[in-house]
């Protein structure tokens, strides 16, 4: 049984960033995933890389409990997905820290000769994001590249994920219609039965 850490980053609870993560957390039990979830905001988690984390700026890692934990769930993970909005074409800041404090050096990537390399090989990783603009805006001035490049090559690929997809919901907001906001929704199953799933459609 494939082994799944889904990570969330969004403060409010019925916002549709998650209830599209409850969505493809429940698409993948249904096709009989093993799921462990990181909701960062209900967990508290502390997105703050502290000094005490950094031993005289030389970016040597202390790992505090929180992080070994998360730590831990990563390891233990065939597939890890994070789940998030678009704030200012990025992450949210919750989910930048847990990237920095979790992906940290010595456990995500080292650094050999200048060369980083990924220690997390083995593993697969997916993206799921939404936007309140429309995709074909975002693609056609380079903000999308941008955002591929340095959200999906660049943090999973030095972790050394092999990188499965990017599904990306777009034109998310008060005024979207619930057909609208339906079929998204079928799209995020539709993701996760043509990436992972064994067990066919019911
Ligand atoms: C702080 C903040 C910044 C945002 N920045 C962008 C942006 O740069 N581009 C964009 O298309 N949408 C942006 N949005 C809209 C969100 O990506 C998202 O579509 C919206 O919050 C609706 O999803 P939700 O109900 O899950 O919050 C932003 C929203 C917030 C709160």
Redesign the pocket.
Known sequence: MKKHLIVVA?P?ED???MSLARTYVGELIRTGCDVRVHDLYRMGFDPVLSARELIDGKDVHIRMADVLIAQEDVLAADVVTVVY?????SMPAMMKGYIDRVFSRGFAYEVEQGNVRGLLSGRRAAVVT????PLAALVEDGRWQALELLQDTHIFGAAGFEFVGHLHIDE??PAMSPSAAAADLSRVREFVREHFASVPAA
């Open positions: 969004h409010v916002s549709f960033t909005p678009l704030w200012w074409m939404v936007s309140g603009a998310v907001g």
